[in-house]
C-alpha cells in the first residue's frame, strides 16, 4: 500500500498569480505557466498522464468586408450529457486578412501509483535501466 497521500481528485484551488481555478494537485498553473510554491500536500507533483485530445484550427477572414467578431465557447457534458462546465474562453475580431489560430487540448492526470506500478513491471522483467542505448 501506498502511504502516499493524494488529493482527493478533482479537488481545485485558485491559482494566486492569475486566478484561475486549477486542480489541486498540479505544480505548474496551465493558465499562466507559472510554477507554483506548494505541490499537492504530501504527495509529488502531478504531470499529465496523457492528452487524449487536441484540436488546433485556424479562422481567416478574407479580404473584403468588415471584420468578423468571434466568441470561443468550451462545454464539458459526462456520459449522459448533462452539462458540467460552459464556459465562454475568449472573444474577439478579425479584421480583413487577419487570422486567428484556435487550440483546445485536455490533459488526463492518472494516479502516480499506476505509473509506478508499471515501471516496477517493466524493470522486474528486464535489466535495470541504464542511460543510453547498448548496441552490439
Ligand atoms: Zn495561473
Known amino acids: 500500500m501506498s502511504t502516499v497521500r493524494r488529493t482527493p481528485a478533482g479537488a481545485t484551488r ?29 504527495g509529488d507533483a502531478a504531470v499529465p498522464t496523457f492528452s487524449p485530445l487536441r484540436v488546433e484550427g485556424s479562422i481567416r ?28 474562453v475568449g472573444v474577439g475580431a478579425i479584421k480583413p486578412s487577419e487570422l486567428r489560430n484556435f487550440l ?18 517493466e524493470t522486474a522483467t528486464t535489466e535495470p535501466a541504464r542511460s543510453g542505448a547498448i548496441r552490439r
Open 61 to 88: 477572414h478574407p479580404n473584403n468586408g468588415e471584420a468578423w467578431e468571434y466568441a470561443v465557447t468550451v462545454t464539458i457534458t459526462n456520459e449522459r450529457g448533462v452539462e458540467l462546465t460552459r464556459q465562454i
Open 14 to 42: 485558485t491559482c494566486p498569480h492569475c486566478r484561475a481555478v486549477i486542480l489541486q494537485s498540479t505544480s505548474v498553473c496551465p493558465s499562466c505557466r507559472k510554477h507554483l510554491r506548494f505541490a499537492a500536500a504530501g
Open 104 to 121: 483546445v487540448a485536455v490533459e488526463v492526470f492518472g494516479p502516480p501509483e499506476a505509473a509506478e506500478q508499471e515501471h516496477r513491471g
